[in-house]
């Protein structure tokens, strides 16, 4: 990637440097290209400046991502949010410039009883980190979602906007106490609306798929659990996904066992399937399926079409085979870096780059248990930092065999520097010793 980026940038094409960069996750890098070689004065776009603190965030860099946060446009929206995922003690709220838990409550009791958008005061019950707030935004989010979906004219932008800050809740057992029920819907949610924004965003189809297979077993094995998403409607989006991938490959000229993975599930269903409104959608979908296995055996293209994905993480390096690593989405040997997650018993693994698409939409494990792909530890907190809250840096152990996910001091001063000459106000400077 950096070669890739380097060749870009020596013929003008500091755009084309920029998403060679981002494809393969070097987002500070990415942003430090866009400082030094783009225009002069001109404001640095959100998506960069987010997908930057994103991984600061991921590598343990809080008061990094909040710097970076607060260079956005919209930065009033980003503080609490980040307050939610890292559930600062006390004198870290100070530090950073936030609020206090009981200001974060009592605001958002406020605009609730005001009539606010639901989004505004689920957002601040995240921010306060306490078990009766997060329990709150978990049964509003899930009633909110649930009349949203209810209508046949969903407005699926709005239920993206509040999983996005419904993302900040702990799901720790050992943090909040949910029923079952509350407990088994969020996470539903979580993964259907993470398939339709990943179908959104038109992200990996692996992804998409393993996102709503997601919420058809976590609603298979809750049966009593109310849910406006009929299964036919969450295996006929699964195999579209399937489906649409394979096709991708077959344009590229690669292999891929979608095609027979979406046949399979849309024969089973259709056997099982007695009524519903989606059966002549699923027929459909079929006959597709086999019309394109039927393709299989022709010639394939002399030179590879360009892939129409320009999709953030596509484009990080392989490597070595990971000798019995499988990726938990589909069961293929796992080449290049690993992220390993579940019971250190019995561990569980994703490629990073598919680990990066799937936090993007849901934060919460594949295997449904409400942990973070990628936990927000204070992993690399600067002394000053660690002073103040008193204890010791955690080890990041989100990926054992990821280089590209390690905390990197180096970069990260590097960059630190960069985030200062970025354009944009920053209100409050954060002080060291």
């Known amino acids: 990637p950096a070669l890739a980026a380097t060749a870009l940038l020596v013929v003008g094409n500091v755009q084309g440097a920029v998403e060679a960069l981002l494809l393969a996750c070097e987002e500070p890098l990415a ?117 949203i979906f209810a209508r046949e004219d969903s407005d699926i932008l709005r239920a993206f906007r509040i999983c996005k800050v419904a993302h900040g809740v702990n799901l720790d057992p050992g943090f909040v106490l949910l029923t079952k029920a509350a407990r088994v819907t969020f996470l539903a949610w979580c993964c259907f609306c993470g398939g339709l924004q990943a179908s959104y965003l038109g992200l990996a189809g ?49 292999h891929d066992d979608g095609l027979a993975a979406a046949f399979g599930l849309l024969s089973q269903v259709l056997v099982d399937a007695k009524e519903g409104c989606e059966l002549d959608e699923l027929k459909s979908l079929l006959t597709a399926v086999q019309h394109a296995q039927g393709r299989l055996w022709e010639r394939p293209p002399l030179t590879r079409l360009p892939s129409a994905d320009r999709v953030h993480a596509r484009g990080i390096p392989g490597g070595n085979t990971r000798l019995g690593r499988r990726s938990v989405l589909d069961g293929s040997a796992i080449r290049g870096p690993v992220v390993t997650f579940g019971a250190p ?4 693994h994703l490629p990073l780059a598919l680990a990066v698409q799937w936090a993007k939409v849901n934060p919460f ?7 973070k792909l990628f936990p927000a530890a204070h992993s690399a907190l600067p002394a000053y930092e660690l002073e103040t809250s008193g204890s010791e840096p955690a080890v ?9 996910e390690r905390p990197d001091r180096t970069s990260m001063s590097v960059l630190e520097k960069v985030v200062q000459a970025v354009p944009g106000p920053v209100p409050g400077q954060m002080r060291k010793k």
């Open 31 to 147: 942003l430090v290209v866009q400082v030094l070689f783009g225009p002069a004065g001109a404001p640095i776009p959100d998506f960069l400046l987010r997908a930057a603190a994103s991984r600061c965030e991921r590598v343990g860099h809080p008061a990094l991502a909040l710097a970076l946060y607060r260079k956005m446009s919209s930065s009033t929206s980003e503080a609490p949010l980040v307050c939610a995922r890292f559930a600062f003690h006390a004198p870290l709220r100070a530090l950073f410039g936030l609020r206090e838990s009981e200001q974060y409550t009592r605001q958002a009791a406020e605009l609730e009883n005001s009539g606010a958008d639901p989004v505004s005061y689920i957002a601040l019950l995240c921010a306060a980190s306490t078990p009766a707030s997060h329990e709150r935004a978990v049964d509003l989010t899930n009633a909110e979602l649930g009349k």
């Open 206 to 254: 692996k992804v998409i798929a393993g996102l709503f297979r997601g919420a058809r077993i976590l609603l298979a094995q809750h049966l009593d659990v109310g849910f406006p998403i009929t299964y036919l409607r969450l295996i006929l989006y699964e195999a579209d996904a399937l489906y649409k991938e394979a096709m991708a490959a077959m344009q590229q000229a690669e």
């Open 345 to 348: 018993a019995k561990p569980q």
């Open 365 to 371: 494990t594949p295997d449904h248990t409400g942990a």
């Open 396 to 404: 990041d152990e989100v990926s054992s065999d990821s280089t590209l």
